[in-house]
């Protein structure tokens, strides 16, 4: 089931439904209660044995209108371009036709018509169309096919020269390509060649600011020159971690996690996360695009969030290895490492770094530590409490409710709202952007992807779907805004303990958990109960599993929480 703020209220899905002006409200004056009764009593009077005498009228009489919208939605097809018409009379205008505003936007197209379109959709109070199609355009088209035909379309400008409607045009022109430069100049740099770059900047305006853009794409085309040149390609973008020799297991010293103050390490994983996330391409997570990663010559796609991935993969590969791999330790001392890691999680709550507190949760709640019943019955039992209340955030009940309303409270906000008791063990943050749990978004728009057709059965690209698909990576790129002015210190030490962790697979983990307590052991007390929780997700569900988990997914870490998908399958 798609999130509420996905579905639209009043209107048709996409290729479904009639298309009749449907009135999106409806109303009538509303009377008070005493309004009634005064009428009631006036016609008892009027009919009954006493109709001569006075009746005294009503000291209060007060109708009540609800606010009104008179609104239709209509479609209307032009030339390859389906429309979605809203008609809006102003207030205290006679009619619809004399006095109203007109506003129409693409529902959809087909793929000329909708490159096109760009040109157009300011002029046709559209305003939101260049964002939307610049942000998911990579789902039915390609930069190249855009490019080519925005040229043939500068080739033969409307009007003469100096003519206002050549002057609009130039205007809108340089609007579309200035935008796409300042916030998606990768897409001209993956070109590969010049060739079309420099077929399309002598069509461009020559005067400002179509010089700007001219000397921008022309400054591009001489960077992929050189680079055909010497054959030179631009290192692996995704390798965001830092270069060092692979860890000695012999030297791994689990302990040595409790020597470094929770906040300490809260702050240099926060610090990680914020630089990947900053560096996340938001259409990258585009179902199309998403699901599509692991096919032959798609390999690189998606890189900066298999970036993210793999940071959520590593940290949760460095909690259970501290917990697991010292099997001579005392169950003491094994409790204390639990409590040090929900600690952590306590301190990247509150510098609201979801992803991190999502990765040493899911690795708590594995099974290879979940079932230590010895080591969690000596765990400090408001330890427990708090690690469990932390869990909730992620249950899976109703869509991650929680998880959402946590982000849609504290997402922009400079401070965190977490509990009393978690601010007065002075777990406090500086002013800091949030840094989400990526999972979240990957599945709305994965099953976004799986739920609403392409194209309509007329062949034309849905963009209703698109602009669906457009106010989830809305919500992404508002939450990298609120990231941008982050601050942290560096640890160099925690740092080195962090890289030195040895990876262990699902096998080693069962091994070492099963050296430390034996299988079939009887359970010494109460254990935490992991907070999964199984929803129905009937229609999408195929298409979400193969799309999410493998070996790069994010729910590849062996939990009752990450093998959620995998067991609704089954």
Avoid at 256 to 271: C, D, H
Avoid at 280 to 289: E, R
Avoid at 530 to 554: F, Q, R, W, Y
């Amino acid at each position: 089931m798609l999130p509420r703020s996905m579905r639209t209220a009043g209107v048709d899905l996409p290729g479904v439904g009639s298309k009749k002006d449907v009135p999106l409200i409806s109303y009538r004056p509303l009377q008070t209660e005493m309004d009634s009764r005064s009428d009631q009593s006036r016609t008892e009077s009027d009919t009954g044995e006493h109709a001569s005498s006075q009746v005294e009228a009503s000291p209060m009489k007060t109708t009540w209108y609800c606010p009104l919208n008179l609104s239709t939605v209509s479609e209307k097809e032009e030339d390859g371009i389906i429309y979605t018409v809203t008609d809006k009379p102003q207030h205290g205008g006679p009619s619809l036709q004399s006095s109203g505003h007109r506003t129409q936007c693409v529902k959809a197209g087909t793929e000329e018509k909708l490159v096109l379109h760009l040109i157009h959709s300011s002029s046709m109070d559209d305003s939101s169309f260049i964002s939307i199609f610049l942000s998911t355009y990579r789902s039915f088209t390609s930069t190249q096919r855009v490019l080519d035909i925005l040229t043939d379309r500068l080739g033969n400008p409307p009007g003469e020269s100096n003519s206002p409607t050549r002057q609009a045009f130039n205007k809108a022109v340089c609007t579309i390509f200035s935008t796409w430069l300042s916030e998606y100049p990768e897409d001209f740099l993956s070109l590969g060649e010049p060739t079309r770059l420099l077929r399309l900047t002598p069509l461009l305006p020559a005067e400002e600011p179509g010089a700007d853009v001219r000397g921008r794409l022309l400054k591009i085309a001489e960077e992929l020159s050189e680079r055909s040149l010497i054959a030179d390609h631009l290192p692996d973008s995704s390798n965001t971690s830092p270069q060092t020799s692979p860890p000695e297991p012999s030297k791994f010293d689990a302990t040595s996690i409790l020597g470094f103050p929770s906040s300490v390490i809260a702050e240099q994983l926060t610090k990680i996360e914020t630089e990947l996330f900053l560096r996340l391409v938001p259409y990258h997570c585009l179902g199309s695009l998403w699901s599509q990663r692991d096919k032959k010559g798609k390999e690189g796609q998606c890189w900066s969030v298999r970036a993210t991935v793999r940071q959520f993969n590593r940290l949760a590969n460095a909690v259970t290895a501290s917990c697991l791999w010292q099997t001579d330790l005392k169950t003491q001392q094994r409790s204390r490492l639990l409590e040090k890691w929900i600690s952590v999680a306590e301190a990247c709550r509150a510098r609201k770094n979801f992803s991190s507190l999502y990765s040493v949760v899911s690795a708590l709640q594995s099974n290879p530590i979940h079932r230590l019943r010895k080591t969690w019955q000596e765990t400090d039992r408001e330890a427990v409490k708090r690690y469990e209340e932390l869990a909730y955030i992620f249950s899976e009940k109703d869509n991650y409710s929680q998880s959402r309303e946590l982000l849609k409270e504290e997402g922009t906000s400079k401070s965190s709202n977490t509990d009393h008791k978690v601010n007065n063990r002075r777990h406090t943050s500086s002013a800091q952007g949030t840094v989400p749990y990526l999972g979240i978004f990957l599945t709305d728009l994965t099953m976004l992807d799986a739920a609403v057709k392409d194209r309509l059965e007329n062949g034309y690209i849905n963009f209703d779907k698109r602009r669906r698909e457009f106010e989830v990576l809305a919500k992404i790129r508002l939450l990298q805004s609120s990231c941008r002015n982050s601050t942290f210190r560096t640890d160099e030490s925690f740092l080195h303990w962090y890289h030195s962790v040895p990876t262990l697979t699902e096998e080693e983990s069962y091994r070492l958990s099963n050296q430390i307590e034996p299988h079939g052991e009887p359970s010494p007390g109460r254990v935490p109960h992991p907070m999964v929780v199984i929803t129905e997700c009937a229609d999408a569900l195929s298409a979400v599993t193969s799309s999410v988990v493998d070996a790069d997914g994010i729910f590849d870490f062996p939990s009752p929480v990450n093998h959620l998908l995998s067991r609704l399958a089954k």
